[in-house]
């Protein structure tokens, strides 16, 4: 893959707001994913909202850098999460891999089509991170519990998309 | 130099998105591998970030907080006759018991005399508020507003309103995370009443951590109280932490008596330290000494 999205990007602004506004929203949302909800439910799993933005940059980020500065912020998620150095730096990147690999496909597909590939390359993400758990001898995850955060980051998909849509809608005039 | 640079990235360019994903993969994967959890520059690094980040995580938390509160001030809205029955009938259920613990008190004290045993440490609560929650799948920890100016330090037992919740595994300037008893890393002694047996409480990554080391042979029964045992000199001896229940398989497990999933604000409780005692050493050489 060449890494040129099939979007074409004109002015520098916009270039901007597509690729840096969504890497200061995976921060924010690794920072504001810690805030204590209080509800139970919620409580057992990880709802990754941060994926989304990842998941929208490997559809339309330009440059290479991108998944230098995706692994970068997965390694920092690991540092405030206690989670093992390079967990998340690996997932996340994993996940940008994924995403970009089926670009051509997602990018061209109705938001249905998107939000279906969102939540397939989600699950896979937490399948691999419930392998990785599982052979680790200091870490341990419930196959279900890895399973319903997918489930439960798909559901924040529709949302979070909006605002990241409007940004592309904005992108595309 | 310039133009050794232009090369540099027109080079760059020419690596694909793919090309460098694959390198960041590669990359992330030897971290996981080789850089240990437990390692001291990272979880230095790790309290550094969680004291910067401790103003935004307060602030952010902050609505949070409002909101529980105000759906906590709703639901006893509605409960309130119910709630002040329960609260009349728990103050005569203690204004009973009142009487019967200064008596046990004053036995304690003469049993004590009697047998000569040391004093138990004088315990210091430190009260904080949880700040940022940062349970998933894969970890539960905690991290609450309070750190090493507030005489917090690592080891140290977290408790909440009625029980044991975990304990401080990493303390910086402002801020102290505690590893929950429900993670996979966190194992306390316990004791098991009536017969006072020992065993290791261990988390699972679920809602309810088992019970490991166990003596063969003993009979536990469901619904026996599970306390700390003290053994390790971090954990104070006698916190309540839940009771005992066994699941379909005949395994026993914890019923916790605090609800990790709604916790605001925690208790750590600070002991005095406790005296090391000689080394094998100083212990060999003391008959030498004596001839």
């Known amino acids: 893959?060449?890494?040129?999205?099939?979007?074409?990007?004109?002015?520098?602004?916009?270039?901007?707001?597509v690729n840096v506004l969504p890497l200061f929203l995976i921060f924010f949302l690794i920072l504001t994913g810690h805030v204590p909800s209080g509800f139970e439910f919620t409580a057992h799993f990880d709802s990754a909202?941060?994926?989304?933005?990842?998941?929208?940059?490997?559809?339309?980020?330009?440059?290479?850098?991108?998944?230098?500065?995706?692994m970068v912020l997965g390694l920092f998620k690991d540092i405030v999460d206690g989670?093992?150095?390079?967990?998340?730096?690996?997932?996340?990147?994993?996940?940008?891999?994924?995403?970009?690999?089926?670009?051509?496909?997602?990018?061209?597909?109705s938001f249905r089509g998107r939000w279906l590939g969102y939540s397939g390359i989600c699950s896979l993400t937490f399948l691999a991170g419930y392998f990785i758990a599982a052979?680790?001898?200091?870490?341990?995850?419930?196959?279900?519990?890895?399973?319903?955060?997918?489930?439960l980051s798909s559901l924040?998909?529709?949302?979070?998309s909006l605002i990241l849509g409007?940004?592309?809608?904005e992108d595309q005039e | 130099m310039v133009a050794s640079f232009k090369s540099k990235r027109s080079e760059l360019r020419g690596i694909s998105v793919s090309g460098v994903t694959i390198i960041c993969l590669v990359f992330a994967a030897i971290c996981l591998i080789f850089v240990s959890r437990n390692d001291r520059v990272i979880g230095d690094l790790r309290q550094l970030m969680s004291d910067v980040f401790t103003p935004t995580y307060d602030l952010i938390s902050r609505p949070g907080a409002e909101l529980r509160k105000m759906r906590n001030m709703a639901t006893n809205l509605v409960d309130l006759q119910a709630s002040y029955q329960n609260l009349e009938a728990e103050n005569e259920r203690l204004r009973a018991q009142v009487g019967e613990l200064r008596r046990n008190r004053v036995l304690l004290d003469r049993y004590r005399e009697l047998l000569a045993l040391p004093v138990e440490p004088s315990l210091h609560v430190i009260s904080a508020r949880v700040i940022a929650d940062?349970?998933?799948?894969?970890?539960?920890?905690l991290v609450a507003n309070t750190g090493r100016l507030a005489g917090v330090k690592e080891g140290q037992a977290v408790t909440g309103g009625s029980g044991l919740v975990g304990r401080i595994v990493s303390v910086g300037r402002v801020s102290s995370?505690?590893?929950?008893?429900?993670?996979?890393?966190?194992?306390?002694?316990?004791?098991?009443?009536?017969?006072?047996?020992?065993?290791?409480?261990s988390g699972n990554n679920a809602d309810n951590p088992v019970l490991r080391f166990l003596p063969k042979n003993t009979n536990i029964e469901e619904g026996a109280e599970v306390v700390t045992s003290g053994d390790g000199g971090q954990v104070p001896i006698g916190i309540p932490v839940g009771v005992v229940r066994v699941d379909d398989d005949g395994r026993p497990f914890v019923d916790l008596r605090e609800d990790l999933h709604n916790l605001s604000y925690v208790r750590i409780i600070s002991t005095r330290n406790i005296e090391q005692p000689p080394r094998e050493t100083n212990a060999r050489t003391l008959p030498d000494l004596g001839r």
Request: glycine share 6%; no cysteine; hydrophobic share 55%.
């Open chain 1, 1 to 17: 893959m060449s890494g040129q999205s099939p979007i074409s990007v004109q002015t520098p602004g916009q270039r901007l707001l």
């Open chain 1, 49 to 70: 909202l941060f994926l989304v933005p990842v998941f929208f940059l490997a559809l339309y980020g330009q440059r290479t850098i991108t998944p230098v500065i995706i």
């Open chain 1, 83 to 109: 989670t093992p150095i390079g967990f998340w730096g690996l997932l996340i990147t994993f996940f940008f891999f994924a995403a970009q690999g089926q670009q051509q496909v997602l990018v061209r597909a």
């Open chain 1, 135 to 151: 052979v680790r001898d200091d870490m341990l995850s419930l196959f279900w519990v890895s399973m319903g955060s997918a489930a």
């Open chain 1, 156 to 160: 924040w998909f529709l949302p979070i």
């Open chain 1, 166 to 169: 409007l940004l592309i809608a």
């Open chain 2, 134 to 141: 940062l349970q998933s799948p894969f970890v539960r920890t």
């Open chain 2, 177 to 201: 995370r505690l590893l929950l008893l429900t993670d996979f890393n966190s194992h306390v002694p316990v004791r098991i009443a009536p017969n006072n047996t020992r065993a290791i409480l």
